[in-house]
Nanobody, 124 residues
Framework: QVQLVESGGGLVQAGGSLRLSCAAS????????MGWFRQAPGKEREFVAA????????YYAVSVKGRFTISRDNAKNSVYLQMNSLKPEDTAVYYC?????????????????WGQGTQVTVSS
C-alpha cells in the first residue's frame, strides 16, 4: 500500500479557487493510477477525478468537469487537484487515493490506498 498525505484544503468563498496536493511515499508512484474522491456530511463518498500513471488520461465527474483539473508530477510523487469556480455544493472532505493498475478508475473499490482527507468548505 501507499501512504498518502493531502494538503491545501480550507475555507473559500463561492467562485474562488483552491489547489489540493497529495504526496505519496512510494518509490513506484509513477506506476499508480491516482484519484480524488469527496464525502459531504451525511452523503456517500463520491468520485471527483482520476488520472492514469502517465498523466495521459484524465477522468472527471460530471459535476466538476470544466471547473476542476487533476494533474500529477511523478518526479515529486505528487498529484494535484486545481479547483476553480467553487460552489457551496463542493463542500466536503476530499480524499486522495491510489490504485495499482495504473489506469485511474471511477470506482472506490479500485483503490487500495487512501489519505486521511482534507476539508474544503465553500461559503455562499
Amino acid at each position: 500500500q501507499v501512504q498518502l498525505v493531502e494538503s491545501g484544503g480550507g475555507l473559500v468563498q463561492a467562485g474562488g479557487s483552491l489547489r489540493l496536493s497529495c504526496a505519496a511515499s512510494v518509490r513506484t508512484f509513477s506506476t499508480y493510477g491516482m484519484g480524488w474522491f469527496r464525502q459531504a456530511p451525511g452523503k456517500e463518498r463520491e468520485f471527483v477525478a482520476a488520472i492514469s500513471w502517465s498523466g495521459g488520461s484524465t477522468y472527471y465527474a460530471v459535476s466538476v468537469k470544466g471547473r476542476f483539473t487533476i494533474s500529477r508530477d511523478n518526479a515529486k510523487n505528487s498529484v494535484y487537484l486545481q479547483m476553480n469556480s467553487l460552489k457551496p455544493e463542493d463542500t466536503a472532505v476530499y480524499y486522495c487515493a491510489a490504485e495499482p493498475r495504473g489506469i485511474g478508475g471511477r470506482r472506490i473499490s479500485e483503490y487500495d490506498s487512501w489519505g486521511q482527507g482534507t476539508q474544503v468548505t465553500v461559503s455562499s
